[in-house]
């Protein structure tokens, strides 16, 4: 059919669907010049939006190659289920349908997970309120939806999709639920094993077949994620043993009919077992030969160890970064003797080339400010790439306790061969707390103690602390602050104030007190990467309020000294703190010493303490602890040492079993004065509760404690110690740590006040 130009003619290109937009051209329109276009059949998408995507304009040349990439371009912005082009004297008449949109997604039976995840889930694969609805997303909403609950071991889930049409072109979703059961792990072999047993392996384990704590571990929950973790350990351990050509050949896992029950079978080759002959280095090390030995961890003679290796090659390279070379390279390559069971492994390294750093950029800190991290930072911009120091500041940045996660990756600057950019990667936790303890004797009954503080308030790194105990007999209100860059250089400034009115020894029924009040200030002067020192001044006063069944001690202090005593007590202090976790300790020591000493005032002292903690991992999952504390006062310029400034022992914190506070001298009336000297030992056995498995959160203790505080003019001696042995739990609890613990007395002496069940718990916000 030919079509002659001064005809009216009418043709139309119909859609239905891209597919059929591109094959079903079935009407040919000879090429004319666009005099106007039209659309019609929007209802809430913009004409510009059609406008911008077509190819065509007025004066353009119309042709079927131009209406066909018009009508692909339109559907390409996922606006419209179809398009049509009509053509009426030079007119360009644009047709199209738009898609509804979403009005509302619903959940019904959603149980396992918050609404509020479902729906983040939803928009993550494009569907979500206001947005154009399409079948295709639908089914892959139903997908999603259903990969959440299998990562929650809940297989017979099932999701059904309800499409409700609305007003205005728009339509209800609703996902109805029936998530079914969880699926637990009902058996779980290893196959191929003849070296080490199945139970040692599968102790190796997270997962398991489950036990009378699962309700909590959940390890019978199957989860391929966790699995493949486990599969690394289990690969892991045969590496180090000195299988280096072990092999996981295959991992089926069987669901059952009703998928309630999995059953995971690990099919294992271990392979022979290899003796490391020697080392080799090979390439260049920079003449540095000799040092670069020096590093190596592997031992000749012992079983090949995949992590002694790692560990020597991550050491090669930090070394060369050292030295500016952060694209060093350094690869083992073992070379087997098959007839001696032996490898030989040598150390090929390459330096490349040396570079500097353009730019540190930081990511992940919602809160904390930028400035907070960067002046912990060793390694400066424009300056040479030095690996100690890049990991100096990832280190600063982890300890400062504001991240669960702290990452530097070295990126390469595109065009440029000797540039590269540090992106640091933080993963922020909450840094606030407040904490409740309680504990109860005949005298004091129960005690509560709270506590509110925050770590990086507003994410300017300063500390903020309120401290209140609400008990009937020891009443306390401090609140403290800390500014860690009080000046540019790292120097810090700490405030606080505080009152405190106590009456100890209460079980006498006195109605007698003593009342503190003060306001000091004091500055942290960094020395190392890891040394702090201490230093400051702090002004108060102590009244000690007569009544009632006082102690002689305080009486004969009072009479002598009078009962308000001021003072100007001068710190000094020193820290050093190199644990792995501040909170679950496996490695590393903390320790602390200060001193105190009134020179001006009514109160003339001296007062030392030092304390020092050592964690050695025994095995991979039990951990020795153990603690020293020492005490030491005396009084100054004639004077005795102030009865208020006493140590005290017994308890949380010193030797549980024994009442707070309740260790050492008495004087005449049988009241507890403390004493001037102290000694606490401490050592403790942790490991994962039994039936959690490896859960980290969750760990029983033993423990042995020893300690005393002696009077002023009394001899230390061992054997005056008191000491007690227990058991107890330390969980991480969705409420906080909390630390409880049951101990009975070795060593007590008449009058000692014993109070076997004790319990600390606090809560993150």
């Known amino acids: 059919m030919k079509i002659k130009i001064n005809r009216l003619r009418l043709r139309t290109v119909s859609v239905v669907s891209a597919l059929s937009m591109l094959t079903q051209l079935a009407w ?10 039209r659309i019609e059949g929007l209802q809430r998408v913009e004409p510009g939006t059609v406008f911008a995507s077509l190819p065509l304009r007025v004066g353009d040349t119309y042709s079927d190659d131009k209406g066909t990439a018009a009508i692909r371009a339109l559907f390409g912005l996922g606006l419209f289920k179809d398009v049509r082009i009509d053509v009426a004297d030079g007119v360009l008449v644009v047709i199209v349908e738009e898609r509804p949109t979403v009005a509302a997604v619903e959940f019904t039976g959603a149980k396992e997970f918050d609404k509020d995840i479902l729906k983040k889930a939803m928009t993550d694969v494009g569907l979500a309120e206001g947005r154009p609805f399409d079948k295709a997303l639908a089914d892959r909403a139903e997908q999603e939806l259903l990969r959440q609950y299998i990562n929650r071991s809940l297989y017979g ?49 997270d997962l398991d077949t489950g036990g009378w704590l699962s309700w909590y571990t959940k390890s019978n929950h199957y989860a391929r994620t966790k699995l493949n973790a486990d599969l690394e350990t289990l690969r892991s351990y045969y590496l180090n043993r000195g299988y280096l050509e072990f092999k996981i050949d295959s991992t089926p896992v069987a669901i059952s009919a009703n998928k309630q029950d999995i059953s995971v079978t690990i099919n294992v080759t271990e392979g022979d077992r290899f ?12 003449s540095r030969e000799n040092e670069f030995k020096s590093l190596v961890k592997i031992t000749p003679g012992q079983a090949y160890n995949a992590d002694e290796v790692a560990q020597t090659i991550k050491k090669f390279t930090d070394y060369f970064g050292n030295f500016g070379f952060a694209f060093a390279r350094v690869e083992a390559r073992p070379e087997i003797d098959r007839s001696n ?13 040396r570079a500097y750093v353009r730019r540190v950029n930081i990511a992940g800190n919602n809160t904390t400010r930028d400035e907070v991290i960067r002046r912990e930072f060793r390694q400066m911009e424009s300056s040479w790439y030095d690996g100690a120091k890049i990991k100096a500041s990832r280190d600063r940045v982890d300890r400062l306790g504001y991240f669960k996660e702290v ?6 600057v595109p065009g440029s061969n000797d540039q590269v950019d540090l992106l640091l990667t933080v993963v922020e936790k909450p840094t606030g707390s407040i904490s409740l ?16 503080k925050q770590d990086n308030a507003f994410g300017s790194g300063n500390f903020v602390g309120l401290e209140v105990n609400t008990s009937k007999y020891n009443k306390v209100l401090s609140v403290n602050t800390t500014d860690p860059y009080f000046t540019a250089d790292g120097i810090s400034r700490t405030l606080s104030t505080y009152y405190r009115a106590s ?30 020192v201490f230093f400051g001044a702090s002004v108060e006063e102590t009244r000690i309020v007569p009544g009632t069944n006082i102690p002689v001690a305080y009486l004969a202090y009072g009479s002598q000294f009078g009962y308000s005593s001021s003072a100007v007590p001068m710190t000094v202090g020193w820290g050093r703190d190199d644990r792995d976790s501040a909170t679950t300790p496996t490695n590393g020591s903390m320790q602390r010493l200060s001193t105190e000493v009134g020179v001006i005032g009514d109160a003339r002292y001296f007062r030392a303490s030092y304390q020092n903690q050592w964690f050695f991992p025994v095995t991979r999952k039990i951990t020795l602890g153990t603690n020293v504390e020492m005490g030491f006062g005396s009084g100054l310029n004639g004077r005795p040492f102030p009865v208020f400034k006493n140590f005290y022992s017994g308890g949380l914190g010193s030797v549980r079993g024994f009442e707070q506070g309740t260790l050492g001298p008495r004087d005449v009336s049988g009241a507890v004065v403390g004493g001037p000297s102290k000694i606490n030992l401490n050592a403790e056995v942790s490991s994962p509760f039994p039936g959690a498995g490896n859960d980290k959160s969750l760990r029983g203790y033993a423990f042995i404690d020893a300690g005393n505080v002696f009077g002023e003019n009394e001899r230390i001696r061992l054997s005056d110690l008191r000491s007690s042995y227990g058991v107890g739990i330390s969980w991480i609890s969705p409420m906080g ?22 319990f600390n718990i606090g809560t993150s916000f």
Request: charged fraction near 20%; proline fraction near 4%; glycine fraction near 8%.
């Open 28 to 37: 040919a329109v000879e090429p004319f010049a666009v005099r106007d276009i």
């Open 157 to 205: 889930a099932q999701v059904v999709t309800t499409v409700t049409p609305a007003e205005r072109n728009r339509v209800n979703l609703t996902f109805t639920i029936v998530e079914g059961e969880t699926s637990k792990i009902r058996e779980m072999h290893i196959v191929g094993n003849k070296v080490f047993s199945e139970s040692t392996l599968l102790g190796l384990f």
């Open 275 to 286: 003796v490391v002959a020697g080392v080799k280095l090979e390439g260049n090390y920079l």
């Open 341 to 353: 069971n032996s490898v030989t492994l040598v150390l090929q390294a390459d330096p490349s080339r």
């Open 407 to 412: 990452n530097i990756e070295t990126q390469e």
């Open 437 to 452: 303890g309680a504990s109860f004797s005949s005298a004091d009954k129960l005690g509560l103690q709270f506590g509110i």
């Open 503 to 532: 009456t100890p020894y209460a079980d006498l029924g006195g109605n007698y007190a003593l009342r503190t009040a003060g306001a000091g200030m004091s500055f942290g002067v960094p020395f190392s990467e890891r040394d702090m």
């Open 737 to 758: 740590p909390l630390r409880l613990s049951f101990a009975r007395p070795i060593k007590e002496f008449a009058g000692d006040k014993i109070q076997a069940l004790q």
